[in-house]
């Protein structure tokens, strides 16, 4: 599941597809997509705002941070009171703050924080902008960022009437991080209750269900066996859609059902609408449970020789899961390349640093 305090949480969306380019295709996830179209807007006209906020938002959930901020940087001086370009900005200086992961980091999310508040105040009806605000405000101490809970169901209360589905998604998603989980639980069923087939629901969904401040309040056992059931009771609607299945995969691995979250990927994989994070996926599971490790290493050699879509850790993922196959191999040599290159791709990935250092 996804770390609480990581601001690359940020990063996914949530939201249904909704208004002109690029957002539906920003908001299902189809970030290649959006970045082969940004480029060739930018060809014809290197000064297209829009384009290069697109191409931003694009980078940053493929975990490409700098080459995001750059575009985000030139969108917003080409057009400040846009809020695609503010929302970039923002992206882009959260993501970045999260690789520095040092006090130095904090302007970085100051600067995000403003960018967001920027953006909800150009459109009122920026459901994107209120969504991911949302979670900063829960994320971020209040203390130094001005982060509370109030303030992120204020958010919620706003993006309901946008977006009624994902409204009570934010709720459920903050109330769970605040430790809250029979009202998170009760919004989360209301918004699968308006959209079931929303991958973005049950994703959110299942990751607060997996949350430290879950098991808190169900215990260890009550909350494996709501995982497991849950994510089968899920699986139907969603199925092809790789998000949403790496997230019921992620709850049956934690719920002690590897070899059946080994087989629902797999099942998965030929109809997926985004295949390389079922590879990646697949990497995942083998690198956490020790098992089918040649099926894994073999998964993820052509994640990294094919394009990968965003929101997953990106190649340095890919890297690192790699690397921890080859030390449960015992092929200490080639784990050791694998987390180096998973920190070229992100200085600060704490799994890939922690790999180098068990392997010296």
Not at 227 to 252: F, M, S, T, W, Y
Request: glycine share 10%; aromatic share 4%; proline share 6%.
């Amino acid at each position: 599941m996804l770390t609480r305090p990581g601001i690359l949480f940020l990063l996914g969306t949530l939201l249904a597809a909704q208004g002109p380019w690029p957002r539906p295709d920003l908001d299902a996830g189809r970030y290649l997509k959006v970045l082969a179209d940004a480029d060739a807007r930018i060809r014809s006209r290197p000064d297209d705002a829009l384009a290069l906020a697109a191409r931003s938002q694009a980078l940053s959930a493929l975990v490409r941070l700098p080459e995001a901020m750059t575009a985000a940087r030139r969108a917003v001086e080409l057009d400040p009171g846009s809020p695609e370009a503010l929302l970039a900005r923002a992206l882009a200086s959260a993501g970045l703050a999260v690789q520095k992961r040092n006090l130095g980091s904090i302007s970085g999310v100051t600067g995000a924080m403003d960018d967001l508040r920027a953006a909800v105040k150009a459109d009122p009806n920026f459901a994107p902008a209120w969504m991911t605000l949302g979670v900063a405000y829960e994320t971020l101490p209040g203390f130094i960022l001005g982060g509370s809970t109030k303030k992120a169901l204020a958010c919620a209360e706003t993006l309901k009437n946008l977006n009624p589905a994902q409204g009570w998604v934010l709720q459920g998603t903050v109330l769970s991080m605040a430790g809250r989980w029979p009202e998170a639980q009760g919004a989360f069923g209301t918004a699968l209750a308006l959209a079931p087939r929303d991958p973005d629901a049950v994703y959110a969904y299942l990751d607060a269900l997996g949350s430290r401040e879950t098991r808190k309040a169900l215990g260890d056992a009550e909350q494996k066996r709501r995982q497991a059931q849950e994510a089968r009771r899920l699986l139907p609607a969603v199925k092809g859609n790789a998000r949403a299945v790496c997230a019921i995969c992620d709850a049956l691995l934690d719920a002690g059902q590897a070899e059946e979250a080994w087989a629902t990927a797999e099942a998965a994989l030929p109809g997926a609408d985004a295949p390389s994070l079922l590879r990646l996926q697949l990497g995942k599971l083998s690198a956490r449970s020790g098992t089918h490790r040649e099926q894994g290493l073999a998964s993820l050699d052509r994640v990294l020789k094919e394009p990968l879509e965003g929101g997953t850790g990106g190649y340095a993922a890919a890297h690192w899961r790699r690397g921890q196959i080859l030390q449960a191999m015992g092929k200490l040599a080639e784990a050791r390349a694998d987390a180096q290159r998973a920190l070229a791709w992100d200085p600060g990935h704490t799994g890939a640093s922690r790999l180098l250092k068990d392997l010296k």
